[in-house]
């Protein structure tokens, strides 16, 4: 496997492999990297669809990119996907999928009309005081020392940041600023989370920086996730005979070792009840997505929260009892063993008639019933004591949503603290409470906030405890390699396998790994497209500190008399040069 720029492989269609016609795979789970990775094998690796199995848990596929119509709750979304225009696998996957909507068209060509005539932009990106605008105008209100702060993280070397907090390399004065609330809101990061992985955002979308404020860098599917990027995939696999097993739980992948080489040769899983082993040969590749941000998910409703399910999820078992076998197959203790520091609550809320719509318009400023971007990504409540924001994607979420109803994603930083209308902490209330703390910081009168909630609404409440479990700080080895050393048929999926480069918490991150591991194990002869090197590029690195500093030029910097007198000294060497053109293009001087 070897990474590539350009049009020039990302056009080509790859040989067929050799052997393939007699290799078969299996892939533990069903979500998006899972799906991703048979794509992959159908198309790039042409391999019949009959040879290809996939083993899920659950009874439906689409594991954290979910969306469902509830028979019985109604209509739930966990949380969304932001995606952008540098997804370089993911769309390079997505152009061969076919939509389900619009015949001889695929989903990327529906995705790109989408966001090409309805782009995505926020103008209300926070509040204070029920509903106001928060007056951040845009600006990250970032002090000398928070930016040299953010500098000196971009520039460190990721083995420096091994094991390291945000809070070790950040003081007060960038935690006080509104790039960091842009930021923890947006990507749910929090203080305690990995250093490495803040420097690694920064990096990987230094060039959507003044996209930031508004959420233009931003773009998003017609409806859920599930309906939009999941249904056509598995159609697509369906179409080529690709083999679905559901209630199936994969419990161990157990391996044998011959020198150097690691061998998987049996899968253990328990079908419908009953325990089954599937024994391997070489030509039967296995693919593992290990770990899980939505594993132990649990629901409450409109009269009852969601309970914290601290019990081991199926998925952390399954890599617990696989990296027992090997150090090679990663720590992951490192990532599922501090439920406080990993977990957060989002709430999926429906109005069911005209009372509340206007409240959401005033605050948006867009008709939530356009069919169009509405909220444009989330609403952060800056003076929130949970840290609450919301979103509304463009109406219908759902194809089956009637016309006159919203279907609202709300979600919470801080579970364990009070609220500012409903006095208990997040992780303790009911879908009747958290939409009456949301339409307290929405604005409506307090007086018809009980009233409003109960029945102009249904809520139900979801509590994650791995959400962020990616982000917790980890060392060199703690994720496994998508192919560790010496595996043969063996490849692990998703956002706790290492690859380089790129972000977790992402689309792109699940579909790079896919594309990877089935490029290895398959050999095939095609490029998997490089992560987007924004980072190296000097204008990009010009625009993001023009930025940054929020207007300001390079010469307003306070700096000691003998920095100036080298400053002086710089700006007659660069007159006329190429350099001072940038510098100015940027509006830096």
């Known amino acids: 496997m070897y990474y590539s720029n350009g049009n020039y492989e990302a056009f080509a269609r790859p040989e067929k492999p050799a052997d393939v016609d007699r290799k078969s795979a299996y892939l533990v789970g069903a979500g998006l990297a899972s799906l991703s990775a048979a794509c992959f094998l159908v198309r790039d690796g042409q391999m019949k669809g009959e040879h290809i199995h996939i083993l899920e848990?659950?009874?439906?596929?689409?594991?954290?990119?979910?969306?469902?119509?509830?028979a019985q709750r109604g209509f739930i979304i966990r949380g969304g996907r932001e995606m952008e225009n540098h997804f370089e696998c993911l769309w390079d996957l997505f152009r061969s999928i076919p939509s389900i909507e619009t015949e001889g068209v695929s989903v990327l060509d529906e995705y790109y009309w989408l966001n090409k005539k309805d782009p995505n932009y926020s103008l209300m990106r926070a509040t204070v005081n029920r509903g106001e605008d928060a007056h951040t105008d845009g600006k990250f209100g970032l002090s000398d020392k928070a930016s040299m702060e953010i500098v000196q993280l971009f520039l460190t070397r990721d083995e420096d940041l091994y094991d390291k907090k945000i809070e070790d390399v950040f003081t007060e004065d960038f935690f006080s600023s509104n790039f960091w609330l842009y930021w923890r809101t947006m990507f749910a990061f929090e203080e305690w989370h990995?250093?490495?992985?803040?420097?690694?955002?920064?990096?990987r979308f230094i060039h959507h920086i003044g996209g930031l404020p508004d959420f233009s860098a931003l773009k998003f599917t017609k409806y859920n996730q599930y309906e939009s990027l999941i249904l056509p995939m598995v159609k697509y696999l369906e179409a080529n005979g690709v083999d679905f097993q559901y209630n199936t739980q994969v419990t161990n992948v157990i391996f044998e070792k011959y020198g150097d080489?690691?061998?998987?040769?049996?899968?253990?899983?328990?079908?419908?009840?009953?325990?089954?082993?599937?024994?391997?040969?070489?030509?039967?590749?296995?693919?593992?997505?290990?770990?899980?941000?939505?594993?132990s998910s649990s629901y409450g409703d409109h009269d009852h929260p969601a309970e914290l399910n601290t019990e081991e999820g199926g998925c952390w078992k399954l890599w617990r009892n696989i990296a027992a076998q090997d150090s090679s197959f990663g720590n992951p203790d490192k990532f599922c063993t501090n439920i406080q520091a990993t977990n957060w609550e989002s709430a999926t809320v429906t109005t069911l008639d005209n009372r509340i719509p206007p409240y959401i318009q005033k605050v948006c400023k867009r008709d939530p019933f356009s069919g169009k971007v509405v909220t444009g990504g989330i609403i952060t409540v800056k003076d929130s004591s949970w840290l609450m924001s919301y979103t509304l994607n463009r109406q219908p979420h759902f194809k089956e949503q009637p016309d006159d109803q919203l279907v609202v994603w709300v979600y919470g930083l801080f579970t364990d603290r009070p609220g500012d209308f409903i006095k208990?902490?997040?992780?303790?209330?009911?879908?009747?409470?958290?939409?009456?703390?949301?339409?307290?910081?929405?604005?409506?009168?307090?007086?018809?906030?009980?009233?409003?909630?109960?029945?102009?609404a249904r809520c139900i409440p979801c509590m994650m405890p791995y959400i962020t479990a990616f982000f917790m700080p980890r060392t060199a080895g703690d994720r496994p390699k998508v192919v560790p050393d010496g595996c043969v048929n063996f490849a692990f999926l998703g956002q706790f396998a290492d690859t380089v480069r790129d972000t977790v918490f992402t689309t792109e991150y699940s579909v790079r790994t896919a594309m990877e591991a089935v490029y290895t194990l398959l050999n095939i002869d095609r490029g998997v497209p490089e992560v987007f090197g924004s980072c190296y590029d000097i204008r990009v690195l010009l625009d993001s500190t023009s930025k940054m500093m929020d207007?300001?030029?390079?010469?307003?910097?306070?700096?000691?008399?003998?920095?100036?007198?080298?400053?002086?000294?710089i700006a007659k060497e660069i007159e006329g040069t190429i350099i001072e053109e940038l510098l100015r293009r940027y509006n830096l001087i």
Not at 435 to 454: C, S
């Open 57 to 70: 848990e659950l009874n439906l596929p689409g594991g954290a990119c979910d969306g469902i119509n509830d």
């Open 194 to 203: 990995s250093a490495l992985e803040m420097k690694l955002y920064i990096q």
């Open 261 to 295: 080489r690691k061998i998987a040769k049996q899968i253990i899983c328990i079908h419908n009840g009953e325990e089954e082993v599937i024994d391997l040969v070489e030509d039967d590749l296995v693919f593992v997505t290990n770990g899980s941000c939505t594993e």
């Open 424 to 456: 208990k902490p997040m992780k303790e209330c009911t879908g009747y409470e958290i939409t009456q703390e949301w339409l307290y910081h929405l604005g409506v009168p307090v007086e018809e906030i009980p009233d409003m909630a109960k029945n102009s």
């Open 551 to 569: 207007g300001k030029k390079l010469t307003d910097i306070k700096l000691p008399l003998k920095a100036k007198l080298v400053e002086k000294k």
